[in-house]
């Protein structure tokens, strides 16, 4: 019976499909969102919805960091002193005094045809 077991396939269309969503600051089911389900055909921007989730899943990831998680009420000040702030690119634009140490997070991508 065990050596049945070792090796589970799932169907790829039965797995649910979940979205984070920023605001709420949580995941959410695809289908409660009125998205459609995947298709082994997709939509061409489908590709680019693909990589603005995987980087907001980065992006939420990295804020759960520890140096980037916001300073405890009553911390010592070394541990203060260690904390960064993560911000996106928007904030560099919207910005027109001088930015000191700014930490980033971006994705470039180049996209071929094909």
Known sequence: EESERALCVIDVFTVPKFIYNKDRKKFIKAEDLGIASPSIHASASSKAELFNERYLILYQRTLRHDLFTPVAVGAPVEESTK????????????????????????????????
């Open 83 to 114: 904390k960064f702030q993560l911000k996106p690119v928007e904030y560099l634009l919207g910005s027109s005094a001088k930015i000191g140490d700014v930490i980033v997070l971006g994705m470039i991508t180049q996209l071929t045809e094909g």
